[in-house]
Structure formats: structure tokens, C-alpha cells
């Protein structure tokens, strides 16, 4: 385990107060033990005062009481409690399931100060830019606020405009986090499980590229081209001059929030077919493009005139490859049809899990999850927590699931579960159907077969030059008897030792059978010697019995 650099980390008065402040907050959450041998152990220059810890912490599950801890820890910590809330494959569905109530709306920063940022990253004054800008903002999170605002040209708006010194603030704190996951693992033994250091590098991933606003500006653009035939979804409009890494401004969407649709009980709303086409989109966006909207809360997503579906904040989206997309749909179809050996096979040839588990036990545990969701008709198996407990399986034998794939199977529980709240009748499977029936055709056409070619043309051309020429080593060398085989053995010692006192009492049986039939011919010659050699031959045979049976 590596350490951190942690010289310019300790040499930091900024970084020392900060670090002062979270062992507190730590402490004051019963983690006083974990402070203290840091702070000795690791003779980390700081002096924590002692924390009472409170009576309603002490009444907290563990599971509430992290929560709690990354509230108080603030905007860094919260972001990664959001992260570790999709990762259930590492840090348990019970924890999972706490951390995902965290939320991180924050007090608005004032209008001056957001006029500042945009005078800083436009070169403009608000006035030389917008017709009109509200003061108040529509929303505000911890990464950024919105605002609404007219275009010269009289086009409505919303402005987002990152928070000042966030990005320093979560640089900062990215640091701290390095160091206390180093100290954690190294301390705690019963931590390495969670792999802190990992979680961390993952953190820091996600959280640098939802800070760029240029970033999110570009995925919704590519969702736009990949939605241009789709009626049935819009992606807006995004005003690249008016955009940096910490302004993003885009067109005003009119329509209602999914949220309040689905909180409502109007009539007004077909939510059947807003389900559906919510589903359509997302089978689209993995299946055909190759690339999603990772966050698809109800939140995020607008309903406009004639039920057309609007995506929203697009900070989080990722790109999943083809190959990895056909594995995670050959899964599905391997769990529908109920096909558990087909399934451990595709699993393995794919890595999600090694050979080495307990193959019995996994099966049987695949069976018991199938058993619960089988049914004839496709139409009617739930897909969405079907595919959440065949995770939730891989995941009890300590395989860890890519980031990809953990980003996956939290978007398609989130449309599961908003597609249920708009139609509890409604099942995913039933739009899943027609795109098996699609993807089974194409996996055997010829097209798809000569694409296939295609791809692999350069390594088939590499093979077909090389392959003459290494058989003809091989069999060069196999004529001259230069074939060098390497064999690795294991406990052979033992099974050596096994022959060599075996062969040795069968030598010995062999030497007391001819010593008996040697006495038998002898005694027809003289009986005083063929005697003696029956007697001897019967000692030995008795000793052979007895080390036989003894040892």
C-alpha cells in the first residue's frame, strides 16, 4: 500500500485546520478510537479537543450515523456519499440505501456574487449579455446555481454558474480524503473490505468531470445528435458563447417536472406513456448509442407538450461499449430464459466472476433468484430488480463491479422505479421485448457479421502472415526433439513419497510370495529347510500386515 504525499499536505495551515475540523466531526460520530490512533499513531500534528458525543448519534444505526457524519463533513463529503450510494457491491445494500437520502441543496450565494463570475468567465456585464436576468435563482445545489435570463433576441434562458472556490474547496478536501482513506485502510483492519483508497480514486474521477461545465455542455450535444430522429425525446438547445467550465447556459424548457407528475393525481397526463417512452429512451441511449444519461431522477427529466420526454443536467452521462453492452443483454436474456448455466458460463468467459468461487452455492443462488422472477411470458418478469439481485448475487462473492456497470445499474433502477410510481401496471419488459427480438436478428445477420470482420480485420491479417511461419518453427523444432515443456507441480512430494512406500511393499509382498512358493518346492526336498524358509517368509508377510494396517 502506497502512502499518499502528504510533505506539502502537512506543511499547509489551511490543510491542518481542515483536517482539525473532520477528526472532530469523526469524533463527535463515535469515531474517537479511529482519531486517537491517528493522531498517535501517525503523530499527525494537530490537537483535536475531546467531542461529547450526542445522545440522538448514540441512538443512530451505523448506517444513519454515516449519513449524519458526511452531512456535517459538507459539500466534498456529501458528493462522495451520493458516489458510495451506487456502489452496493462494496459497501452493502443497507448502507447503499441510507446514503442515498443524502441531498445537496444549499443556501443561494448572493446575485452580486454571481454577476461577478459571469463578468470574470464572459468578459461581459450581465446587462451587456442578457435582456433580463432573475435575481433569484430556480434552484441552488452545491456545485452551482441556476438562473433564469432572456437572450438579446429574446430567447428564455436558464444560466448555471458554478459556485466560487468550489472547485478549490473539493480540490482541497480530494486531498484530505487521499490521507484519511490511507490512514483508514492502514489502521482499521476491518476496512480493507470497502478498498477506501479505491473508492476515493473513484470519487475523484467523478467529481472533476461534473465540475466542467464544458464537459456537461458537450454530452448533452452528443445526446441531441443521437436523439435528432427520436419526436418522442428532446435534448436542448445549448449556447456554446455563453458557456466555460463554470457557466453553462441553456435553452428554457417548458413543461412540467416528472417529480410533480408524479406526485400529482391529475388526469392530465397519460404516465403510461411517459413511462414508456422514458424506458424507450433509456434501452435506446445503451443499446443503439452507446451512450447515456447516468442520473435520470424524475428531477431531471421534463414532460412537454404532446407528452414529449426532456432530459436534463447532464453532468453525469457514460459511454458504454458495445461489446460490454451485448454482455449485460445476453445476461438479461440468459436470467428471462431461466438459463442458469448459461449464465455462469457468460459470466466467466466475460470476467465478472472468477472460477475460483464456489461454483454449488453460486448456482444455487442464482436459482433461488430466478425461481422468484421466472415466468413464460417475457411481459411479465420484472427486469429492473431482476437485474438488480443478479448484481446483488455477483456482488456476495467479492467480485467488484466495474464503474460502468455499477453507473448502469443504478440508472436502470431509478427508471424502474419512476416508471412503477407513474403505472405500478407498468413493466419495463415490456419495452425490453421488442429490442431482444431486434438484438437476437442482428447478432445473426450477415451484416453484423462482416461488421465483426471488419473490425478484427488488421489482427486476422496479422495472424495469417505469422501463423505459417510459427507452425513451421514448432514442427521444425518437434522433429529435432528441442521441445522444452515447463510443468509446474503442486504437493507432487507428498504423492512421491505415497509411490515410493507402496512400490516398497509390493516389492516386499513379491519377496514373501516366493519366499512361501520357494518353501513349498524346498520342503518336498527336505522338510527341515523348506520349514525354516515357510516360517521366515510367514514373519515377513506378518510384518508387512501389520505396517500396512499401523502406518
Known amino acids: 500500500m502506497a502512502k499518499p504525499k502528504t510533505s506539502s499536505f502537512l506543511q499547509s495551515k489551511e490543510d491542518l485546520k481542515r483536517i482539525t475540523q473532520i477528526m472532530g466531526i469523526l469524533a463527535k460520530f463515535q469515531l474517537d478510537k479511529f482519531v486517537h490512533r491517528v493522531q498517535y499513531v501517525e503523530k499527525l500534528p494537530v490537537r483535536i479537543p475531546k467531542q461529547k458525543v450526542l445522545d440522538e448519534v448514540k441512538l443512530m444505526t451505523p448506517q444513519e450515523r454515516l449519513r449524519a457524519l458526511f452531512e456535517d463533513l459538507g459539500t466534498s463529503f456529501v458528493k462522495l456519499g451520493q458516489l458510495l450510494a451506487t456502489r452496493d457491491d462494496i459497501i452493502g445494500a443497507d448502507y447503499a440505501a441510507e446514503l442515498s437520502k443524502l441531498h445537496?441543496?444549499?443556501?443561494?450565494?448572493?446575485?452580486?456574487?454571481?454577476?461577478?463570475?459571469?463578468?470574470?468567465?464572459?468578459?461581459?456585464?450581465?446587462?451587456?449579455?442578457?435582456?433580463?436576468?432573475?435575481?433569484?435563482?430556480?434552484?441552488?445545489?452545491?456545485?452551482?446555481?441556476v438562473h433564469r435570463a432572456k437572450l438579446k433576441d429574446g430567447k428564455s434562458v436558464v444560466v448555471k454558474i458554478q459556485r466560487p472556490d468550489i472547485e478549490k474547496t473539493i480540490i482541497e478536501d480530494l486531498r484530505i480524503m487521499h490521507y484519511i482513506a490511507y490512514l483508514a485502510d492502514k489502521n482499521i483492519p476491518e476496512i480493507h473490505a470497502y478498498d477506501p483508497m479505491y473508492l476515493v480514486d473513484e470519487f475523484e474521477r467523478s467529481i472533476l468531470k461534473e465540475l466542467d461545465f464544458l464537459r456537461e455542455a458537450?454530452?448533452?450535444?452528443?445526446?441531441?445528435?443521437?436523439?435528432?430522429?427520436n419526436k418522442d425525446v428532446y435534448i436542448p438547445i445549448i449556447y456554446d458563447e455563453l458557456c466555460t467550465r463554470h457557466i453553462l447556459t441553456m435553452e428554457e424548457i417548458e413543461g412540467s417536472r416528472l417529480s410533480d407528475i408524479i406526485a400529482s393525481n391529475s388526469k392530465k397526463y397519460n404516465k403510461r406513456l411517459i413511462a414508456q417512452r422514458c424506458i424507450q429512451a433509456f434501452f435506446q441511449m445503451i443499446l443503439?448509442?452507446?451512450?447515456?444519461?447516468?442520473?435520470?431522477?424524475?428531477?431531471?427529466?421534463?414532460?412537454?407538450?404532446?407528452?414529449?420526454?426532456?432530459?436534463?443536467?447532464?453532468?453525469?452521462?457514460?459511454?458504454?461499449?458495445?461489446?460490454?453492452?451485448?454482455?449485460?443483454?445476453?445476461l438479461v436474456l440468459f436470467a428471462v430464459d431461466n438459463d442458469v448455466n448459461g449464465?455462469?458460463?457468460?459470466?466467466?468467459r466475460i470476467g465478472f466472476v472468477e472460477e475460483t468461487v464456489d461454483m454449488e452455492q453460486f448456482r444455487l443462488d442464482l436459482t433461488d433468484l430466478f425461481d422468484s422472477y421466472y415466468s413464460t411470458d417475457?411481459?411479465?418478469?420484472?427486469?429492473?430488480?431482476?437485474?438488480?439481485?443478479?448484481?446483488?448475487?455477483?456482488?456476495?462473492?467479492?467480485?467488484?463491479?466495474?464503474?460502468?456497470?455499477?453507473?448502469?445499474?443504478?440508472?436502470?433502477?431509478?427508471?424502474?422505479?419512476?416508471?412503477?410510481?407513474?403505472?405500478?401496471?407498468?413493466?419495463?419488459?415490456?419495452?425490453?421485448?421488442?429490442?431482444?427480438?431486434?438484438?437476437?436478428?442482428?447478432?445473426?445477420?450477415?451484416?453484423?457479421?462482416?461488421e465483426t470482420l471488419k473490425s478484427n480485420i488488421f489482427d486476422?491479417?496479422?495472424?495469417?502472415?505469422?501463423?505459417?511461419?510459427?507452425?513451421?518453427?514448432?514442427l521444425k523444432k518437434a522433429s529435432e526433439g528441442k521441445i522444452t515443456l515447463e510443468i509446474e507441480h503442486k504437493n507432487l512430494e507428498n504423492i512421491t513419497g505415497h509411490l515410493e512406500t507402496v512400490s516398497d511393499r509390493i516389492s516386499v509382498a513379491l519377496i514373501v510370495a516366493a519366499l512361501i512358493v520357494g518353501s513349498s518346492i524346498t520342503g518336498q526336498i527336505d522338510k527341515a529347510l523348506g520349514l525354516v524358509f515357510f516360517v521366515a517368509s510367514s514373519i515377513i508377510g506378518i510384518w508387512l500386515v501389520l505396517k500396512t494396517l499401523v502406518f
Open 343 to 348: 449464465l455462469i458460463a457468460h459470466l466467466i
Open 218 to 229: 458537450k454530452n448533452s450535444k452528443r445526446l441531441k445528435e443521437n436523439f435528432k430522429e
Open 378 to 450: 417475457i411481459r411479465s418478469i420484472d427486469i429492473g430488480n431482476m437485474f438488480s439481485g443478479l448484481m446483488a448475487v455477483i456482488g456476495k462473492y467479492e467480485f467488484k463491479r466495474p464503474r460502468e456497470l455499477a453507473d448502469l445499474t443504478r440508472a436502470i433502477l431509478i427508471l424502474d422505479g419512476l416508471s412503477t410510481q407513474l403505472d405500478p401496471k407498468f413493466n419495463m419488459a415490456e419495452v425490453f421485448e421488442p429490442y431482444a427480438i431486434k438484438y437476437v436478428a442482428n447478432a445473426f445477420n450477415s451484416k453484423k457479421f462482416f
Open 460 to 474: 486476422i491479417e496479422y495472424i495469417a502472415k505469422e501463423f505459417p511461419g510459427a507452425l513451421r518453427r514448432l
Open 104 to 145: 445537496d441543496q444549499m443556501k443561494p450565494f448572493p446575485v452580486a456574487e454571481v454577476k461577478r463570475v459571469i463578468k470574470r468567465e464572459l468578459g461581459k456585464s450581465v446587462g451587456e449579455l442578457f435582456s433580463s436576468f432573475d435575481s433569484e435563482p430556480m434552484a441552488s445545489a452545491s456545485i452551482a446555481q
Open 288 to 330: 443503439v448509442d452507446g451512450f447515456y444519461h447516468a442520473d435520470p431522477h424524475p428531477g431531471n427529466i421534463i414532460v412537454m407538450k404532446h407528452g414529449v420526454i426532456c432530459f436534463l443536467d447532464f453532468g453525469k452521462c457514460a459511454t458504454i461499449d458495445k461489446d460490454l453492452a451485448g454482455n449485460i443483454f445476453r
